[in-house]
């Protein structure tokens, strides 16, 4: 199967700690996302690259938060001291974008990293 | 903020009804996603449109782009209890950054 993974599926940790959550695309897709989404809402958009070059992040994303996608193919979400609001979904999605024949849009998601922040 | 409104946030029906689920905005997009997701795992996409007035079917399930690209339906007819779980409708941006709407938890009771 080559379709988007993420690891760990699952992270608990203490309030204060950091963590670091990777995500493997579909292999040759040039665009990445990460969103966040709270139990009983749709995903919410964090941040995205263009091969390397994060190109967007949104207003979700605090100064603790940092992505990075340094040759273009796996991408990593670190927390840093982490709180209890963070407690949600982490969900990476990715797409080829300039492909003739798929809507711009058009994204595959990953099984997403669940993290419970105590 | 939602800049997608679904509607209902949630539907409990009997094996063998049919239902619509609405997706609606003040915006346009350029084109519009459905996903499915289960408890537990990430969103799966179901289809895209992208042209006003544009309808898909996959299966039992029909979908309506509005002729205006600022909404979107979801009809299922004859629902089965494999139907339930959530559905996400997203609408995406220049950037190409999904907008998601609260979505629409389905349960299908045999």
């Known amino acids: 199967d080559t379709g988007v993974s993420q690891d760990p599926r699952h992270k608990i940790t203490k309030r204060g700690q950091n963590v670091t959550f990777r995500c493997d695309p579909i292999?040759?897709?040039?665009?990445l996302y990460w969103y966040r989404q709270t139990l009983g809402q749709g995903p919410e958009f964090l941040t995205y690259?263009?091969?390397?070059?994060?190109?967007?992040k949104s207003r979700l994303l605090s100064d603790r938060f940092s992505a990075e996608r340094p040759k273009g193919s796996f991408s990593t979400l670190e927390i840093q001291r982490t709180e209890q609001g963070d407690s949600a979904m982490y969900l990476c999605?990715?797409?080829?974008?300039?492909?003739?024949?798929?809507?711009?849009?058009?994204?595959?998601f990953g099984p997403g990293t669940r993290l419970t922040v105590l | 903020t939602q800049l997608l409104e679904q509607s209902p946030q949630f539907l409990s029906i009997q094996e063998g009804e049919n239902l619509t689920v609405y997706c609606n905005s003040s915006s346009v997009f350029s084109s519009l996603q459905w996903y499915r997701q289960e408890p537990g795992e990430g969103p799966v996409l179901l289809v895209t449109v992208v042209t006003g007035g544009e309808v898909k079917k996959l299966k039992r399930l029909t979908f309506q782009f509005g002729d205006a690209r600022k909404d979107s339906s979801l009809h299922i007819t004859a629902a089965q209890p494999g139907d339930t779980g959530l559905y996400l409708c997203a609408g995406a941006r220049g950037t190409g950054k999904l907008i998601f709407g609260q979505g629409t938890t389905l349960q299908v009771k045999p």
């Open positions: 690259f263009q091969n390397e070059a994060q190109l967007e």
């Open positions: 292999s040759e897709h040039n665009r």
């Open positions: 999605a990715s797409t080829l974008r300039g492909t003739s024949g798929r809507a711009e849009g058009e994204q595959f």
